[in-house]
């Protein structure tokens, strides 16, 4: 599974697209499409753009939220809120081939996510973002550490866990020596898409 995940940003259709195609031109791997204030059929437009385009670059696609649309664009997968259906129902629309992730904000969150087999968790906000409208209570680094010791302590296998909320280039190597298995960013992506390059270039960093 790759490392790093571009979460989409954009106010407009043409802005998302841009956006998306700048990052796969600089060599994104794993795109996740966001884009929370669209009308339907905008949104149904930029994932069967995005889709196409993602498996021009070979790279994976993942809606947010929508499981239906990620079924009707055969999309590589998608990715849930708390409150955004079960894990256990976009299993049973997807089929097992799919990646299902889901957002986690504290550790039960983490233990009901890895009880409901998510391929991966979303675990954050590491520090404060605009990206999010409805923003969880920040872990910063030292939540991470413990919910990465409390599973420890229960003799937990730690699962696929990807930092995000405010992540940058800089968090990295931090976030990886604390056990977090890699890292989903937007807003430093959008602002400046060659840095995909220096995220890339961190030997600790590659899949």
Same mark, same amino acid.
């Not at 990052?23 to 059929?41: P, T």
């Not at 995005?50 to 994976?60: A, G, P």
């Given at each position: 599974m790759e490392k790093l995940q571009y979460i989409s940003k954009g106010h407009t259709r043409q802005e998302q697209e841009l956006n998306i195609r700048k990052a796969l031109d600089h060599g994104i791997k794993w795109v996740q499409i966001r884009w929370k204030n669209a009308s339907e059929? /905008?949104? #149904?437009?930029?994932?069967?753009?995005s889709k196409q385009l993602c498996s021009e670059y070979q790279s994976i696609c993942i809606i947010n939220d929508n499981v239906k649309?990620?079924? &009707? #664009?055969?999309?590589?997968?998608?990715? +849930?809120? =708390?409150?955004?259906?079960?894990?256990?129902?976009?299993?049973?629309? +997807?089929?097992?081939?799919?990646? #299902?992730?889901?957002t986690a904000n504290t550790l039960s969150d983490?233990?009901?996510?890895?009880?409901?087999?998510?391929?991966?968790?979303? +675990?954050?906000? =590491?520090? $404060? !973002? &605009? !990206?999010? /409208?409805? +923003? &969880?209570?920040?872990?910063?680094?030292?939540?991470?550490?413990? #919910?990465?010791?409390? =599973?420890?302590?229960?003799?937990?296998?730690?699962?696929?866990? $990807?930092?995000?909320g405010g992540v940058s280039l800089e968090d990295i190597q931090s976030l990886q020596q604390l056990g977090i298995y890699g890292v989903a960013v937007s807003g430093q992506i959008t602002n400046q898409p060659s840095i995909i390059n220096e995220f890339k270039a961190l030997s600790s960093f590659k899949p």
């Amino acid at each position: 599974m790759e490392k790093l995940q571009y979460i989409s940003k954009g106010h407009t259709r043409q802005e998302q697209e841009l956006n998306i195609r700048k990052a796969l031109d600089h060599g994104i791997k794993w795109v996740q499409i966001r884009w929370k204030n669209a009308s339907e059929n /905008e949104l #149904i437009s930029l994932c069967e753009v995005s889709k196409q385009l993602c498996s021009e670059y070979q790279s994976i696609c993942i809606i947010n939220d929508n499981v239906k649309l990620a079924k &009707s #664009i055969d999309a590589d997968g998608v990715h +849930l809120g =708390l409150n955004d259906g079960s894990i256990e129902e976009a299993r049973i629309i +997807l089929g097992d081939n799919k990646i #299902i992730g889901g957002t986690a904000n504290t550790l039960s969150d983490v233990l009901q996510r890895m009880k409901e087999s998510c391929d991966y968790i979303g +675990l954050g906000p =590491l520090r $404060f !973002t &605009s !990206t999010k /409208e409805k +923003l &969880s209570p920040i872990l910063g680094f030292e939540g991470y550490q413990e #919910i990465i010791n409390k =599973l420890h302590e229960k003799s937990m296998m730690i699962p696929k866990i $990807f930092a995000i909320g405010g992540v940058s280039l800089e968090d990295i190597q931090s976030l990886q020596q604390l056990g977090i298995y890699g890292v989903a960013v937007s807003g430093q992506i959008t602002n400046q898409p060659s840095i995909i390059n220096e995220f890339k270039a961190l030997s600790s960093f590659k899949p």
